[in-house]
Structure formats: C-alpha cells, structure tokens
C-alpha cells in the first residue's frame, strides 16, 4: 500500500485560464522480479480525492473562477526493465493506465451554474529514466511519452463554458519530463520529491510537484 500527496497547476491555453489542484491518492500494489529483478512487472489499483479551483479568462474584463470536488478511480500494469552501470541504472518502461474520474457540479464567481462531469481514459505510455544510487539518496530524471488511446470528454468541458472538447481540441498525445530524488533513512521507508512537467499537448501544459513516502513490511 502506498498514499500520496500532489499539487499540481494547469495552464489551459484555450481559454486563457487555469486550474490549481490539491490531489491524496490510497494505491494498493503488487510487483514480481524476474531476470534476476532486472524486469519488474507491476499492477496497482487506487481511489484519489482531490480538490480543483480554476479561473476562466475569456472574457478580458471579467475572470470567472469556482472551486470543485471529484474523486478518481485508477488501475494500470507496467513492465520496467533496469539496465545497472556502476551506480547509476537506466530503466526503460512500457505502461498501461485507466482512470475514471466524476466532478460534482459547482456555481462560478460570475453565476454561472456548471454541471458536474465524468472522464474516462486510458493510456499508453513509454518511457526511459536514469538515476544514480548512493548509500542513502537516489537522484533521478526521465521523459514519457503518452497517447490516449480511450479519451472520453475532459473536465474542462464542465469548467469553461464554450471550449468544445475533443481529441482535436486538447490532444491525445504528450510528454511528461521528470527530475526527483529519494531518500532512504532506513532499509524499510523511503521518502522522495519529484517534479513533473507536461508539454506537446495541443493547448494545455501541466506542471506538477508530489512528495512520496513508502514503508515496507
């Protein structure tokens, strides 16, 4: 079982706005090694609450903004193959990701009354990652690549009024750039900060920062 914490803002470029989000995920998991734990197989499934306020600025004299709650169910598998040089390793991975997410509807700062909404996708995912491992810290940084292969309609259809909301409008396709660093105080916790920035999705940029802790029984 893992628990994690994110904050993460949004710039969305269509409608000159954006979202600021406060996300806690509970993610039970299970891993096997083969390869002689070179390969890692994963399957993880969660429940998230999270918390969103977002500004619309369409309109340039009037900013309509509003707040909303959602909660999020998710489930994926990644095959993970670690390459060791030395101290450093360099992984390269493959990865599926389904979520299902529903908003509750809300009421803007200009009255306007927005209904709630349901999002559905499901994504692919290729990535690389290199990090050094020291006695008690590990610094590392990767890019992924990710395509929606199931993309049902965004959120930001129930938050901005008017932004017609398709794989044409916002994308199916990104890449997610990451640099972190985890300690490990003890053999069975580990604690960890990590970075995340969104970019090559048509209209949207995402940058993200999530503390991380783990004890292993």
């Known amino acids: ?52 306020d977002m500004n619309n600025n369409t309109n340039p004299f009037i900013t309509a903004s509003g707040s909303y709650k959602s909660e999020r169910l998710i489930a994926s598998t990644n095959a993970t193959y670690n390459h060791p040089i030395d101290n450093f390793v360099l992984s390269g991975k493959v990865g599926w990701l389904s979520a299902y997410e529903s908003s509750n509807s809300f009421t803007d700062s200009v ?7 349901v999002s559905r996708l499901g994504q692919i995912s290729i990535g690389t990652k290199i990090s050094y491992q020291a006695e008690m810290f590990e610094p590392y940084a990767g890019a992924t690549y990710n395509y929606d292969v199931i ?14 909301v398709s794989g044409s409008r916002l994308g ?9 660093i985890s300690f490990y105080p003890t053999d069975r916790i580990t604690v960890g900060v990590e970075g995340t920035y969104m970019f ?16 292993a029984f």
């Open 111 to 117: 009255g306007t009354d927005l209904p709630g909404s």
């Open 172 to 180: 199916r396709s990104d890449v997610d750039g990451l640099v972190g």
């Open 1 to 52: 079982m893992t628990g994690s914490v994110q904050n993460s803002g949004i710039n969305t470029k269509f409608n000159n706005g954006s979202m600021d989000s406060f996300n806690y995920n509970f993610v039970p998991y299970a891993a096997i090694g083969l390869i002689d734990g070179k390969l890692i197989l994963d399957l993880m499934a969660g429940y998230g609450r999270g918390s969103t």
């Open 151 to 164: 993309q049902s309609p965004s959120l930001s259809g129930a938050e901005f009024p008017g932004a017609a």
């Open 200 to 215: 090559a999705r048509k209209n949207e940029t995402n940058t993200s920062v999530t503390a991380h802790a783990r004890l």
